[in-house]
């Protein structure tokens, strides 16, 4: 079954913004890359992207049959999506041992872990 990981950044120090990615040490940081880097060669990974950040985020939504595209994320900024992986694996349980494994989920974030559903 294919399960998505939807990577909640919270407070995870993050590389696009300096200030906050010098709160971790040189090896911190290392560790970070190397186990993004690590799920990224896990079977049944299919690395998603990182997104931008919420600020330069546009939420569109419609309204009386029109368009309407607002500046800023749909949520705050805490509770922003930072990222996402979809995981083929034999198991619920293995997806969440990977989320397990993500750095934003011992770095201040969190890691949603849902089955992807296949709609139409």
């Known amino acids: 079954m294919k ?9 995870t120090p993050l590389p696009s913004s300096p200030e906050d990615w010098a709160t971790l040490s040189e090896d911190e940081q290392k560790a970070v890359w190397a186990d993004y880097n690590a799920i990224n060669q896990t ?3 299919d690395p998603g992207l990182p997104l931008g950040l919420p600020e330069k985020a546009i939420t569109v939504r419609m309204k009386d049959g029109k368009t309407v595209a607002n500046e800023g994320p749909f949520v705050n900024s805490r509770g922003a999506v930072g990222g996402y ?3 083929e694996a034999d198991s619920l349980n293995a997806a969440i041992a990977l989320a397990g494994r993500v750095p934003a989920a011992r770095l201040g974030g969190a890691v949603e ?5 296949p709609y139409w």
Do not use: C, D, K, S
Not at 113 to 117: F, G, M
């Open 43 to 45: 079977p049944g990974v």
């Open 85 to 87: 992986f979809i995981f």
């Open 113 to 117: 872990v849902r089955p992807a559903e």
């Open 3 to 11: 399960y998505v990981l939807l990577v909640y950044q919270g407070t």
